[in-house]
């Protein structure tokens, strides 16, 4: 080998060193680049991850809430549907017992309405207030009741009043000749004042605790109920 030859080959090696070096260090950035951006890939990963899941529970307890809206509702609606029905049943009930029980509670209510009525007018006289005295007190069913029930309910009323009343207010009770669009019941008027003693009334005094019971056994939470 000539000399000349000797220093095209060690030119050539040195040159296949300097490439061999900067693939070498081309590759380390390559390597180094790609776990970089591995890296961030997984950062930004995690990061869609995490706020994915965020969203998700987001819908989820939208869902729930939802759902827990829907069927509140579903059960008010049943709930109102049911008493409903309950007390139209019971008045019903009521006006269909036999003679003897719904006269006696009409003459209860109308012996009731005037005892009360009597009260209020003895508190008003014994604080020294204007009191406004009545010359009768009229009595009003509806068209059935009046027929069947109307004289016999005022004279026995009257009877049971007096010894609470005196016999003076007592003979102010008369039956009226008009007639109440009521279901059932009576109204007690004195001068412009009238006392609604009508079924459709006394019920809807009675339904507001029963809607409570009845809200706290539909909205119990499971195992509740018996408590």
Request: with cysteine; glycine share 6%.
């Amino acid at each position: 080998m000539t000399g000349l030859e000797k220093i095209i080959d060690r030119i050539i090696e040195d040159a296949k060193e300097k490439a061999r070096v900067i693939l070498e260090a081309a590759q380390n950035d390559c390597r180094a680049t790609a776990e970089k951006y591995a890296a961030e890939a997984d950062d930004i990963r995690d990061a869609i991850a995490d706020k994915a899941e965020k969203e998700g529970e987001a819908v989820i307890a939208k869902a729930r809430s939802a759902a827990a809206m829907t069927r509140r509702n579903l059960l008010l609606a049943a709930r109102g549907a049911l008493l409903d029905e309950a007390f139209e049943r019971a008045k019903k009930e009521v006006r269909d017992a036999d003679f003897g029980k719904y006269r006696e509670l009409l003459t209860a209510l109308l012996t009731s309405a005037l005892i009360e009525q009597a009260k209020a007018e003895d508190e008003s006289v014994s604080l020294g207030d204007e009191v406004m005295t009545f010359d009768t007190f009229e009595v009003l069913f509806n068209a059935e009741d009046k027929e069947k029930y109307g004289s016999a309910v005022v004279e026995a009323a009257r009877r049971a009043a007096v010894r609470h009343i005196g016999a003076e207010r007592a003979d102010k009770l008369r039956l009226s000749d008009e007639t109440a669009d009521i279901d059932g019941g009576l109204i007690l008027r004195y001068g412009d004042i009238e006392a609604n003693c009508s079924l459709s009334m006394l019920m809807a005094g009675m339904r507001e605790e029963a809607e409570q019971k009845v809200a706290a056994v539909l909205f119990a939470e499971p195992g509740e109920e018996g408590r």
